[in-house]
T-cell receptor, first 112, second 115 residues
Framework: GENVEQHPSTLSVQEGDSAVIKCTYS??????FPWYKQELGKRPQLIID?????GEKKDQRIAVTLNKTAKHFSLHITETQPEDSAVYFC???????????FGTGTSLTVIP | EPEVTQTPSHQVTQMGQEVILRCVPI?????FYWYRQILGQKVEFLVS????????KSEIFDDQFSVERPDGSNFTLKIRSTKLEDSAMYFC?????????????FGPGTRLTVL
């Protein structure tokens, strides 16, 4: 089955700096890679996703890149703000209806 | 914007008791999932459900677990005889039928505490 690894497990940045979180996956059949933000005690919220037919996607301060050859994808947050502090999970899946394989999460702290 | 809802938000039970966790997926969605998250750990897949049957399940989803869609709106997870290690946050998720990709929308979770 799929194996998703995520690094780093914790990340602290100064407000205004950028944060980068990286994930690798093992199953070349995976074609959908979402990123979820989870605040303490809350549900995972989808913040951005990327599909295997594109290499990069951007939404305001958040961007995701995908390298299918190397089987890795990354989340980039620019101009970080204290409200970006949360746990971020990457995931990978195959076709519609299949389970998500989640990474182990990155606890991001943005220091004001 | 439509959301997945779950009840109860917190369930406390004694070891060995049965619990039923309830979910109402988004109304035009036809794929349903249960995941769990033990405190401080990653989200783990339990089971997926489509067309009134289980389509995938993990090794966690043993004989103590069952799922049901009793009517047109609810999707339930039953744990027959709870163990201490079942204490976790349980998330329901759903995906719409149309489309090529697997966007899943998560509910707010039920925190299950087994004493």
């Amino acid at each position: 089955g799929e194996n998703v690894e995520q690094h780093p497990s914790t990340l602290s940045v100064q407000e205004g700096d950028s944060a980068v979180i990286k994930c690798t996956y093992s199953d070349s059949a995976s074609n959908y890679f979402p990123w979820y933000k989870q605040e303490l005690g809350k549900r995972p919220q989808l913040i951005i996703d990327i599909r295997s037919n594109v290499g990069e996607k951007k939404d305001q301060r958040i961007a995701v890149t995908l390298n299918k050859t190397a089987k890795h994808f990354s989340l980039h947050i620019t101009e970080t703000q204290p409200e970006d502090s949360a746990v971020y999970f990457c995931a990978a899946s195959r076709e519609r209806g299949n389970q998500f394989y989640f990474g182990t999460g990155t606890s991001l702290t943005v220091i004001p | 914007e439509p959301e997945v809802t779950q009840t109860p938000s917190h369930q406390v039970t004694q070891m060995g008791q049965e619990v039923i966790l309830r979910c109402v997926p988004i109304s035009n969605h036809l794929y349903f999932y249960w995941y769990r998250q033990i405190l401080g750990q990653k989200v783990e897949f339990l089971v997926s459900f489509y067309n009134n049957e289980i389509s995938e399940k993990s090794e966690i989803f043993d004989d103590q677990f069952s799922v049901e869609r009793p009517d047109g709106s609810n999707f339930t997870l039953k744990i027959r005889s709870t163990k201490l290690e079942d204490s976790a946050m349980y998330f329901c998720a759903s995906t719409q039928e149309v489309g090529s990709y697997n966007e899943q929308f998560f509910g707010p979770g039920t925190r299950l505490t087994v004493l």
